[in-house]
């Protein structure tokens, strides 16, 4: 790919683009980088490589985190400004960069290289990777910006369920003594993993980034009426800078609501599988063996991608604002169940966690649209990147809270339903903040808008060209589907299968 085809303006659809293939060049990257959440299933065989702590090898997690939340901050005016095809093919070399390096420092008994690889490489390419595609989706569906952005964020949540199967049999292909019931293996196989990961994800991210494209100038779907979206409480058709934009109360509210709805998800995410098990103990036993709570964590795990399309689709109808009083006020609900009730039953723990995960899920997803509706269309990429702080903070802060009220409660093995009610309380009182805040959202005062500029005649009048229906596809079409849709497939077919145990 010449350097050249990066630029913006060599990525302007021409006319008889179909924008169906965006969402499929989005979810190329998303599937990618959602490996993050699937660094458990080599956690254990890093510890007895490096003869080190899990605090210290977790910590490669947490720099890759917090990078992203600081690089989507720092890059996203240059995504905006860049294109989405730069952006996509910068993330793609972070992040594959960052396996390699790790793998260089895996098989060097270098930790920090590690560190330095995943963690702080592979982090930036998280973050430009994550809000690479999010403003282009939204000007190419602006009849339904939620839909498309779910669909993109649901790969996000998808990838671990991915990675994870498909972690564990290559490291089994390359270790025979890999141990699938304690999950360690050799330190040269998971040197071998990051290597074929970090191929892997440089095709496919690349695949990505050559499908991407933007409108044109005045570009519109055939039908949209701009005029009617208006009419929608908080929608707006003005824009505002990113500068400007947090300088507004409504950044900060969204900003909160972020925040409290992420901390109280990762509350659950990050202790799912001794929280089942710990729920249902008698003594020092549990009636949840270790194989159906992974069972239970990968069938979060589906709730997570589901609620990001679902519930992100449904905010098209409801309104971004109700369906955050959903995400949060249902939430409240949920987690006193969850908190009081949780133990009478598996199958209601399950369900109950799932649906809140769901809402985290969601959370994610909808806030782009969100940002869309506050903030228009000019900066939005920008502005979400600088949203994603708060899910920096909430990655610190949620698992902060729950470790803390159960190290005071007893060692682990030992803690039961009743040790995890605090915690759980405490998320009460987090959503219930959030909640707060989101009421609190109104319009963007227009003193923050940007002074209106229209697109040449010419412009809007040949951009219309450019709707095609699915029906009039090309088989590129059916092919970028199918390459996203195969490896998704295959995750939800592990997911199922594990998570069957569990019932």
């Given at each position: 790919?010449?350097?050249?085809?990066?630029?913006?303006?060599?990525?302007?659809?021409?006319?008889?683009?179909?924008?169906?293939?965006?969402?499929?060049?989005?979810?190329?990257?998303?599937?990618?980088?959602?490996?993050?959440?699937?660094?458990?299933?080599?956690?254990?065989?890093?510890?007895?490589?490096?003869?080190?702590?899990?605090?210290?090898?977790?910590?490669?997690?947490?720099?890759?985190?917090?990078?992203?939340?600081?690089?989507?901050?720092?890059?996203?005016?240059?995504?905006?400004?860049?294109?989405?095809?730069?952006?996509?093919?910068?993330?793609?070399?972070?992040?594959?960069?960052?396996?390699?390096?790790?793998?260089?420092?895996?098989?060097?008994?270098?930790?920090?290289?590690?560190?330095?690889?995943?963690?702080?490489?592979?982090?930036?390419?998280?973050?430009?990777?994550?809000?690479?595609?999010?403003?282009?989706?939204?000007?190419?569906?602006?009849?339904?910006?939620?839909?498309a952005t779910g669909m993109a964020i649901m790969g996000f949540g998808g990838g671990a369920m991915i990675a994870s199967p498909l972690s564990s049999k290559l490291l089994g292909i390359y270790d025979d003594s890999y141990d699938t019931a304690t999950g360690i293996a050799s330190g040269s196989a998971?040197?071998?993993?990051?290597?074929?990961?970090?191929?892997?994800?440089?095709?496919?991210?690349?695949?990505?980034?050559?499908?991407?494209?933007?409108?044109?100038?005045?570009?519109?779907?055939?039908?949209?009426?701009?005029?009617?979206?208006?009419?929608?409480?908080?929608?707006?058709?003005?824009?505002?800078?990113?500068?400007?934009?947090?300088?507004?109360?409504?950044?900060?509210?969204?900003?909160?609501?972020?925040?409290?709805?992420?901390?109280?998800?990762?509350?659950?995410?990050?202790?799912?599988?001794?929280?089942?098990?710990?729920?249902?103990?008698?003594?020092?036993?549990?009636?949840?063996?270790?194989?159906?709570?992974?069972?239970?964590?990968?069938?979060?795990?589906?709730?997570?991608?589901?609620?990001?399309?679902?519930?992100?689709?449904?905010?098209?109808v409801v309104g971004r604002k109700n369906i955050y009083v959903v995400y949060l006020g249902v939430g409240i609900i949920l987690y006193a169940l969850l908190a009081f009730k949780g133990s009478t039953s598996t199958t209601l723990f399950a369900l109950l966690a799932g649906v809140i995960l769901s809402?985290?899920?969601?959370?994610?997803?909808?806030?782009?649209?969100?940002?869309?509706?506050?903030?228009?269309?000019?900066?939005?990429?920008?502005?979400?990147?600088?949203?994603?702080?708060?899910?920096?903070?909430?990655?610190?802060?949620?698992?902060?809270?729950?470790?803390?009220?159960?190290?005071?409660?007893?060692?682990?093995?030992?803690?039961?339903?009743?040790?995890?009610?605090?915690?759980?309380?405490?998320?009460?009182?987090?959503?219930?903040?959030?909640?707060?805040?989101?009421?609190?959202?109104?319009?963007?005062?227009?003193?923050?808008?940007?002074?209106?500029?229209?697109?040449?005649?010419?412009?809007?009048?040949?951009?219309?060209?450019?709707?095609?229906?699915?029906?009039?596809?090309?088989?590129?079409?059916?092919?970028?589907?199918?390459?996203?849709?195969?490896?998704?497939?295959?995750?939800?077919?592990?997911?199922?299968?594990?998570?069957?145990?569990?019932?």
């Amino acid at each position: 790919m010449s350097l050249a085809l990066l630029d913006r303006h060599h990525t302007i659809a021409k006319p008889g683009f179909n924008r169906w293939l965006i969402p499929p060049a989005a979810l190329a990257v998303h599937l990618c980088i959602g490996q993050v959440y699937a660094t458990s299933v080599y956690k254990a065989s890093l510890v007895k490589h490096f003869d080190a702590s899990l605090t210290s090898i977790g910590i490669i997690f947490s720099i890759a985190i917090v990078m992203l939340g600081v690089s989507a901050a720092v890059f996203g005016t240059w995504v905006d400004s860049g294109g989405p095809r730069r952006a996509m093919f910068t993330a793609a070399l972070f992040w594959s960069g960052g396996f390699m390096i790790g793998s260089l420092g895996i098989a060097t008994d270098q930790l920090w290289l590690v560190y330095l690889g995943y963690g702080f490489i592979g982090g930036i390419g998280l973050g430009i990777g994550y809000i690479s595609p999010v403003s282009t989706l939204i000007k190419w569906f602006p009849d339904r910006p939620g839909l498309a952005t779910g669909m993109a964020i649901m790969g996000f949540g998808g990838g671990a369920m991915i990675a994870s199967p498909l972690s564990s049999k290559l490291l089994g292909i390359y270790d025979d003594s890999y141990d699938t019931a304690t999950g360690i293996a050799s330190g040269s196989a998971v040197a071998k993993l990051f290597v074929t990961l970090g191929l892997v994800y440089l095709v496919l991210m690349m695949f990505g980034a050559w499908l991407i494209r933007v409108p044109a100038d005045g570009w519109k779907p055939q039908g949209f009426d701009e005029s009617k979206v208006k009419t929608k409480a908080l929608v707006t058709s003005d824009n505002v800078s990113a500068d400007n934009a947090i300088r507004t109360p409504q950044f900060w509210f969204l900003w909160v609501v972020l925040f409290c709805n992420v901390t109280a998800g990762i509350g659950i995410l990050e202790q799912a599988a001794p929280m089942i098990q710990d729920f249902f103990r008698e003594g020092s036993a549990s009636s949840v063996s270790a194989a159906s709570a992974a069972g239970f964590v990968g069938l979060l795990s589906l709730f997570n991608l589901a609620g990001r399309f679902l519930w992100s689709s449904t905010s098209d109808v409801v309104g971004r604002k109700n369906i955050y009083v959903v995400y949060l006020g249902v939430g409240i609900i949920l987690y006193a169940l969850l908190a009081f009730k949780g133990s009478t039953s598996t199958t209601l723990f399950a369900l109950l966690a799932g649906v809140i995960l769901s809402f985290y899920g969601g959370g994610f997803a909808t806030v782009p649209a969100y940002l869309r509706d506050l903030f228009g269309t000019f900066q939005v990429g920008a502005i979400h990147g600088r949203l994603l702080t708060a899910w920096a903070a909430a990655g610190v802060v949620g698992p902060l809270i729950v470790n803390r009220f159960l190290d005071a409660q007893g060692e682990p093995g030992k803690l039961n339903a009743a040790d995890y009610r605090p915690a759980l309380l405490t998320m009460v009182g987090i959503l219930a903040v959030g909640f707060i805040a989101n009421l609190l959202i109104r319009p963007v005062a227009s003193r923050f808008h940007e002074e209106e500029s229209s697109a040449p005649a010419e412009a809007q009048v040949a951009s219309e060209e450019h709707d095609v229906a699915v029906a009039a596809s090309t088989p590129l079409i059916f092919i970028a589907w199918i390459v996203v849709a195969m490896p998704l497939a295959y995750g939800v077919y592990e997911t199922v299968v594990k998570a069957a145990d569990l019932f």
